[in-house]
């Protein structure tokens, strides 16, 4: 049950960034929007921990999902602005801050549930091996939720559809075949990106 719900996030997680320096947006400059995110991420612990203190700390974790979910969607509506909005001397100062607040909202949904599994598993973990008996629970949890990361990044090529410009009966169905394209005069245009289909799926 916890995997399909990580699912829903693996697209978001693990294959923004990716999307978005392919879009033009520069390395160092995501890069450096994680510098704002440190005191968030400092604070968020300590707030969030005051409401998965109680006897059911999986509460946080149901409502934060829904909210996580939709920045999933956010996420993928900023890749498909990104080019919208790229001229020649970069970006816009309201693109990167759209992105901050968009990464910010992102860490809230994040460490809310990240905060009430780990809350859970201090719960229930027995109090005569509770460090053990943590680090079990902490592990099957990464596992749980690293898989279908490494997933995403396979199935965003396997499901973006691309399409041969200039080369009449050529196809892009792989690098090859993409290569041939490219030597017969012709160039690959993407049809429809992969992302988008594990975003909105």
Request: aromatic share 12%.
């Amino acid at each position: 049950m916890g995997n399909r719900k990580v699912i829903g996030f693996s697209a978001a997680d693990a294959v923004t960034g990716l999307k978005l320096v392919e879009r033009g947006v520069p390395k160092e400059h995501l890069a450096l929007l994680a510098v704002p995110m440190v005191p968030l991420q400092i604070l968020l612990p300590l707030v969030i921990s005051k409401y998965t203190a109680g006897p059911k700390p999986l509460n946080v974790f149901h409502k934060a999902m829904p909210f996580r979910l939709l920045m999933g969607l956010e996420f993928a509506f900023l890749v498909w602005w990104t080019p919208h909005v790229s001229h020649e001397g970069g970006f816009p100062l309201y693109y990167y801050f759209t992105l901050l607040l968009s990464y910010a909202l992102h860490q809230v949904a994040l460490y809310s549930m990240f905060v009430a599994i780990m809350a859970f598993n201090a719960k229930v973990s027995d109090p005569l091996i509770g460090g053990t008996y943590m680090t079990l629970l902490n592990t099957v949890s990464n596992l749980g939720g690293n898989w279908p990361a490494t997933m995403a990044l396979w199935f965003v090529d396997h499901l973006t559809s691309k399409e041969c410009v200039g080369a009449d009966g050529q196809s892009c169905a792989d690098h090859d075949a993409s290569e041939l394209c490219t030597k017969l005069g012709g160039s690959c245009v993407t049809i429809l990106d992969g992302y988008f289909i594990e975003s909105y799926r």
